[in-house]
């Protein structure tokens, strides 16, 4: 049965953004299933992960995640609306705990599933957005743009510690008791490898980073279920210092990054901003990107109605 569904939903998706992958068969976990009005029948796999204090997802998610992993074959995303009902009275029974959290992702372009998500209570607090077009000529801006070393250590920590305090407060971010021994681990980890970590400095000063690297989509892999197969630049992390803000500094560092993820065998680039940030959507729309998948969450878990 799910070879049939996984078609009529690619088929779907296509039709809804040719941009989007094809749809890839869910991972295991429970199977809900749901009947419509009409008859029609409704389905999904929910999954729960613990992530561990410590570990670098907790600083963008809840400890306790159970996300819905939608099967609607070629029904509209207003089909949702069963299948929350259905996820609710399994939370119910399973008692989740206070750092938890209800994650669904879905495409865009799909508004039909926008009013039943927001009417079960889920935030659209995170957008995976798409850009396909070559990098566009660096601008000048007063500034030297370089790759950042273990030099500039306490600088890019420091950076990437203020974005992910402002993160939190427009998205699902957190700033855990842990999270600048996470952060300064995670960039020891990209420097060491050769990824690439961008600094912009102002009269030899800094003011602002960016961290990015390359990605696969192939089957089996994450990507593949976010964006088609190919080799795709990931744009992580762009932190501009609160003085230096409105002044350019972003935008050259996403100059820079263009021009080194992009390239004949990139298919494009890709990353994640939150909507409720009063500047992250004109910004990355200026620059090229659109949404592709919206991540909607809600928290706690047990507040799913």
Excluded at 101 to 111: E, G, I, Q
Excluded at 241 to 261: I, K, N
Aim: glycine fraction near 10%.
């Amino acid at each position: 049965m799910t070879g049939p569904l996984l078609a009529a939903q690619s088929a779907r998706f296509a039709r809804v953004d040719p941009l989007l992958p094809p749809a890839v068969a869910p991972p295991n976990g429970e199977v809900l299933v749901a009947a419509l009005p009409d008859g029609e029948r409704a389905a999904g796999v929910v999954t729960r992960t613990e992530h561990p204090p410590g570990s670098a997802p907790t600083l963008w998610s809840a400890l306790e995640v159970w996300e819905l992993h939608p099967l609607l074959g070629g029904l509209d995303g207003g089909a949702l609306d069963v299948l929350l009902r259905r996820w609710a009275a399994v939370l119910a029974r399973a008692a989740p705990g206070s750092d938890s959290a209800c994650v669904v992702s879905w495409p865009t372009r799909d508004v039909a599933a926008t009013g039943a998500l927001l009417a079960h209570g889920f935030v659209p607090l995170s957008v995976l957005a798409v850009r396909t077009g070559p990098p566009a000529p660096r601008r000048e801006a007063g500034l030297v743009v370089r790759q950042g070393t273990r030099a500039d250590m306490d600088f890019l920590v420091d950076s990437a510690m203020a974005e992910l305090a402002y993160s939190a407060k427009v998205g699902g971010a957190v700033v855990r008791p842990e999270a600048r021994a996470i952060k300064h681990a995670a960039l020891s980890v990209h420097l060491a490898q050769g990824d690439p970590v961008w600094l912009a400095e102002r009269d030899g000063v800094p003011v602002g980073h960016a961290e990015g690297w390359h990605t696969v989509s192939a089957p089996a892999t994450w990507a593949e279920t976010r964006v088609p197969h190919g080799r795709w630049g990931y744009l992580n992390c762009v932190s501009v210092a609160p003085t230096a803000r409105g002044t350019g500094v972003g935008s050259a560092l996403v100059d820079a990054a263009h021009a080194d993820l992009a390239g004949e065998d990139v298919a494009g680039v890709f990353l994640y901003y939150n909507p409720p940030n009063p500047i992250s959507p004109v910004f990355w729309s200026r620059r090229g990107y659109r949404p592709l998948w919206t991540v909607w969450e809600l928290r706690p878990a047990d507040a799913l109605r």
